[in-house]
């Protein structure tokens, strides 16, 4: 059995489940936001982490079905979170199939009308490997995309080849700081100089700005004192199944 076919089956027995991720307003760890995260729940191997394959499905013909799935789960969720009173946004990853078949800003706006999700409350995270697609197209799309009202954030930033071409290029809403960045910050002072300095150029573009890979409360104070309004990390919460993270974050809301 190739993995790509049993990744096919794993679709069909629903093997697929979404974790959550918390984002903070890191002055006062308030929750803002959670990234959605694909996990395969294999019978014999158990979680499956999408670094193993999520490279082959974005190369294989099950691509658009488990983007689609994806996309859809974490909007029925964030419109159940939002139905009980949570003002928490939802990110997901966009896969690089989305923007070359069919019409993404088509299927965005079919899920926001069919689910009654408040368009402010979707976010998407896009890798530099998407914008290095027709770039015509993929600045229409954008566009289109936050016509609805839904923000685009650029992931991983910094560790591509051309980031700040793509900033001025793109219309985003906000970055993501790469955890490669924030994991030696303390310890490290180019890692320093790069955060502080992708900071002040998020303000300056006025982009919101999101720091990845926060492991402990001194990297958070850090970014804090730099400026950095938003963080995400194992500090604050791990990825983890939907039941656990309403229990963690939104029971007490
Ligand atoms: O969750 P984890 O850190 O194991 O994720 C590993 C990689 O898989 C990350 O690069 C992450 O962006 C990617 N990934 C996780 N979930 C999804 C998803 O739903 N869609 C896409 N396209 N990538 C995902
Ligand atoms: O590529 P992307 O930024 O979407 O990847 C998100 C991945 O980062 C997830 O797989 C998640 O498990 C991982 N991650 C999130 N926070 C931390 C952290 O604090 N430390 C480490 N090592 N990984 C993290
Ligand atoms: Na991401
Ligand atoms: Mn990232």
Same mark, same amino acid.
């Given at each position: 059995?190739?993995?790509?076919?049993?990744? $096919?089956? $794993?679709?069909?027995?629903?093997?697929?489940?979404?974790?959550?991720?918390?984002?903070?307003?890191?002055?006062?760890?308030?929750?803002?936001?959670?990234?959605?995260?694909?996990?395969?729940?294999? #019978?014999?191997?158990?979680?499956?982490?999408?670094?193993? /394959?999520? #490279?082959?499905?974005?190369?294989?013909?099950?691509?658009?079905?488990?983007?689609?799935?994806?996309?859809?789960?974490?909007?029925?969720?964030?419109?159940?979170?939002?139905?009980?009173?949570?003002?928490?946004?939802?990110?997901?990853?966009?896969?690089?199939?989305?923007?070359?078949?069919?019409?993404?800003?088509?299927?965005?706006?079919?899920?926001?009308?069919?689910?009654?999700?408040? #368009?402010?409350?979707?976010?998407?995270?896009?890798?530099?490997?998407?914008?290095?697609?027709?770039?015509?197209?993929?600045?229409?799309?954008?566009?289109?995309?936050?016509?609805?009202?839904?923000?685009?954030?650029?992931?991983?930033?910094?560790?591509?080849?051309?980031?700040?071409?793509?900033?001025?290029?793109?219309?985003?809403?906000?970055?993501?700081?790469?955890?490669? /960045?924030?994991?030696?910050?303390?310890?490290?002072?180019?890692?320093?100089?790069?955060?502080?300095?992708?900071?002040?150029?998020?303000?300056?573009?006025?982009?919101?700005?999101? $720091?990845?890979?926060?492991?402990?409360?001194?990297?958070?104070?850090?970014?804090?004192?730099?400026?950095?309004?938003?963080?995400?990390?194992?500090?604050?919460?791990? #990825?983890?199944?939907?039941?656990?993270?309403?229990?963690?974050?939104?029971?007490?809301?």
């Amino acid at each position: 059995l190739t993995l790509e076919r049993e990744l $096919a089956l $794993a679709a069909d027995r629903r093997e697929f489940e979404l974790f959550y991720q918390p984002q903070v307003r890191l002055i006062d760890g308030s929750l803002v936001g959670a990234e959605a995260l694909i996990r395969w729940r294999h #019978p014999v191997r158990g979680y499956v982490s999408p670094a193993e /394959f999520m #490279p082959v499905v974005n190369t294989s013909a099950l691509s658009e079905r488990i983007a689609n799935w994806v996309m859809e789960t974490a909007c029925r969720q964030a419109r159940a979170w939002e139905l009980s009173g949570s003002d928490v946004r939802v990110a997901i990853n966009l896969s690089p199939s989305q923007l070359q078949s069919g019409d993404l800003a088509h299927s965005v706006a079919a899920l926001l009308e069919a689910t009654g999700l408040t #368009p402010s409350l979707l976010e998407i995270e896009v890798t530099e490997d998407i914008l290095l697609h027709d770039e015509r197209r993929v600045l229409e799309m954008f566009k289109r995309i936050q016509e609805l009202g839904v923000r685009i954030l650029f992931d991983d930033f910094g560790t591509g080849y051309a980031s700040l071409s793509y900033l001025k290029k793109f219309p985003l809403d906000g970055l993501k700081i790469d955890r490669s /960045f924030v994991f030696g910050l303390l310890s490290n002072s180019d890692d320093a100089a790069i955060v502080g300095s992708t900071i002040g150029l998020s303000k300056q573009l006025g982009l919101t700005v999101v $720091a990845e890979g926060i492991e402990n409360r001194a990297t958070a104070d850090f970014l804090v004192s730099m400026g950095c309004e938003e963080g995400q990390g194992y500090f604050f919460g791990r #990825p983890m199944p939907a039941e656990a993270f309403e229990k963690q974050f939104l029971a007490a809301e």
